[in-house]
């Protein structure tokens, strides 16, 4: 006989599959040209649908299995019953696909990277399947919100949440998250809707390269290389929306590149829906206009304007409730703007960009010996240009000292790791499994040493190519996008080395250019080269679940895929409260929930998500049907009518009736 979570990923598998193929018959139905540009507009469609049905389900609170299925099925039918009065429109289908793939594969940097590629994120979903989110802001508030809307049947306000950012962000990410919460019933599968961005970032990256002028193998090289960068390979398999956001911005640059009117439209769908996952999408708003505004005829602009306000009206809804919930556009939340010189903040930055992210402000970068020594390359290089009197050698040498005065930065810090690893396996060192002060996450870690030198080899060989007319000029404002972005951030907030992933649709956007280096095959083993070493480090010592090496030496006696333990782990986490969550309240009890803002609220669920959690309100009443009541650190109450069940030294109480 089935069991519940069998059935809820049955549940799942089928009403996902629904959900592509409405999304793959409707993008039959507007008569698209390419295979590229019909996978996205069924990724973006398909979008589209979830958070649309979400939204219409919620307005009744009626968001629950039965009636999500339900509406699931009948947009199927709606969108079967277009097709077939369009006649049947048949997906174009890639010409001669098998052997384009053969052709890929038969260039052995591709193969090698795409093998890398395929081992690496297979990996990463098996963690991702069989091990609880554990990142701290998925905690806070990412799966909390879902879980939340999940038990009110709506996408709505939360009453008395103790962390405004349940509420006031813009939901579309989280409402993918909550719909797989439904529809399985429990946990397990939220990661996917990063995972299935990734994808589709890919596919984009490809696509992009494709209409700026490469050949198959470079968007191919491209699209393989982005999904190998770090942060990516540590973003995919979280509940965060950083490369949700980057995969809908991607989508929309690349229709955006295209003339007819239905491909303006999904652009505009596309950045809508990014509007409506993530504000950090405006700081990618100038670049994403300068390159389409490049790649396009000037007479172009204005409707490409028009569409592009369209799509950022609808995208903006959310702001919409937080004005009617607040009177507040913005709910209420500010950000940090910070009191340090504008060009200080865009050094930090800049730092984080180049290298792995150390303490804040003391890379290896910024150490005055460093320093010292690139300003020594930089005059060696200057020499040759002049001494040489030869642009071409002046530019090698430019170059050459460029990727070598960030490149070595890097390499000292992942020779840092590596000896710690050593020291670590012969039993000579304790402590963290990394150097002290080094973070690394799904949310400080930057792009890499492969993305790096990509950046730098792509600017001038781009240059050269936009000269010799093989390649659209809108490539050099894709490369240029990376740093016109870090300067918009630089002035909007405050310096943060948690700020490197929400540059991932600008790296995007420059790796679509990457695939210049393929023809160049020192630069492109180089880049494989320099990928495989990462990744090595990557899986084993920064993922932000306990896997890889870190489960050869540590508490081998211990369960290190427990619930408790995974959340508790991840840097404001009580082993000992979390334990007792897990373990000791029954799964369907009713909890009160008194905590300060920035505390975990996740763990106070089960995986199933069948606990009812409710927030003691400003006026510290707890609701008359909780049967347990959680305070978390910060927070005290008047008990005198409850029993204590536990109190930690970390500041958490347990307590019930």
């Given at each position: 006989m089935a069991t519940l979570a069998e059935v809820g990923t049955l549940v799942l598998v089928l009403s996902g599959g629904a959900v592509a193929l409405t999304g793959g018959v409707l993008a039959a139905s507007v008569r698209l040209r390419s295979t590229v540009s019909f996978l996205l507009a069924t990724y973006l469609l398909a979008s589209a649908e979830i958070v649309a049905a979400s939204l219409v389900l919620s307005t009744g609170r009626w968001l629950e299995r039965d009636a999500l299925v339900v509406v699931i099925g009948a947009t199927l039918a709606v969108a079967l019953a277009c097709w077939i009065r369009l006649g049947r429109p048949v997906p174009p289908l890639p010409a001669g696909g098998a052997a384009s793939?053969?052709?890929l594969v038969r260039d052995p940097v591709v193969a090698t990277l795409g093998a890398l590629a395929v081992v690496t994120h297979v990996y990463v979903l098996a963690v991702a399947l069989t091990v609880p989110q554990g990142i701290g802001d998925a905690l806070l508030y990412h799966l909390p919100r879902a879980a939340l809307w999940k038990?009110?049947?709506?996408?709505?306000?939360?009453?008395?949440a103790p962390d405004e950012r349940v509420n006031t962000f813009p939901p579309n990410a989280e409402i993918e998250s909550m719909a797989s919460m439904i529809l399985s019933g429990g946990d397990r599968y939220v990661s996917l809707v990063q995972f299935l961005a990734l994808a589709f970032i890919c596919v984009a990256i490809f696509g992009i390269a494709r209409r700026l002028g490469f050949d198959r193998r470079q968007a191919a090289f491209a699209a393989l290389l982005f999904s190998t960068f770090t942060v990516v390979v540590l973003q995919a398999p979280t509940a965060l929306n950083d490369l949700v956001v980057a995969s809908l911005l991607s989508v929309c640059a690349y229709f955006a590149l295209g003339t007819p009117r239905r491909e303006l439209t999904l652009a505009a769908l596309a950045l809508g829906l990014a509007l409506g996952t993530k504000l950090t999408a405006v700081f990618a708003l100038p670049a994403l206009a300068l390159f389409v505004f490049a790649a396009q005829p000037r007479r172009t602009w204005m409707r490409l304007a028009l569409f592009g306000a369209a799509g950022a009206v609808a995208g903006s809804y959310w702001l919409g409730v937080n004005l009617a919930e607040t009177g507040r556009l913005d709910g209420g939340v500010t950000l940090d703007e910070g009191a340090d010189p504008i060009a200080e903040r865009l050094w930090l930055h800049l730092r984080d960009l180049l290298e792995l992210s150390d303490e804040e402000g003391?890379?290896?970068?910024?150490?005055?010996?460093?320093?010292?020594?690139?300003?020594?390359v930089a005059l060696v290089a200057a020499a040759a240009f002049v001494v040489l009197g030869r642009r071409r050698a002046g530019a090698r040498a430019m170059l050459v000292g460029a990727a070598v005065f960030v490149a070595v930065p890097m390499l000292v810090i992942w020779a840092r790791v590596a000896e710690h690893v050593l020291d670590r396996a012969r039993g000579s060192a304790s402590g963290a499994r990394v150097p002290e002060g080094l973070y690394e996450s799904a949310m400080h870690s930057s792009y890499g040493l492969a993305f790096v030198v990509g950046l730098l080899a792509a600017g001038v060989l781009v240059v050269c190519a936009v000269r010799l007319g093989t390649v659209s000029v809108a490539a050099i404002m894709a490369l240029a996008s990376v740093p016109l972005t870090l300067v918009f951030l630089s002035i909007a907030l405050a310096y943060d080395p948690q700020h490197m992933r929400y540059l991932a649709f600008p790296a995007a956007l420059a790796t679509a250019t990457f695939g210049v280096v393929l023809d160049r095959r020192i630069l492109a083993w180089t880049s494989v080269a320099l990928t495989a070493g990462t990744l090595v480090v990557t899986l084993g010592y920064f993922s932000p679940r306990p896997a890889g090496l870190a489960l050869l030496r540590e508490n081998r006696d211990s369960d290190r895929t427990s619930r408790w333990l995974v959340q508790a782990e991840s840097g404001r986490g009580d082993p000992e409260a979390f334990r007792f969550l897990e373990e000791e309240i029954p799964t369907d009890a009713t909890l009160a929930l008194a905590v300060v803002r920035d505390t975990y609220l996740y763990p106070v669920w089960d995986a199933g998500l069948r606990r009812t959690v409710l927030f003691v309100d400003e006026n510290e009443a707890v609701p008359?049907?909780?049967?347990?009541l959680v305070m978390g650190p910060g927070k005290s109450l008047d008990t005198e009518s409850w029993r204590l069940a536990l109190a930690t030294e970390g500041g958490w109480r347990i307590l019930r009736r």
């Open positions: 793939v053969r052709a038990q009110q049947h709506s996408v709505a306000y939360v009453n008395d003391k890379g290896f970068l910024v150490s005055p010996t460093w320093s010292f020594g690139g300003f020594v008359e049907e909780a049967e347990w």
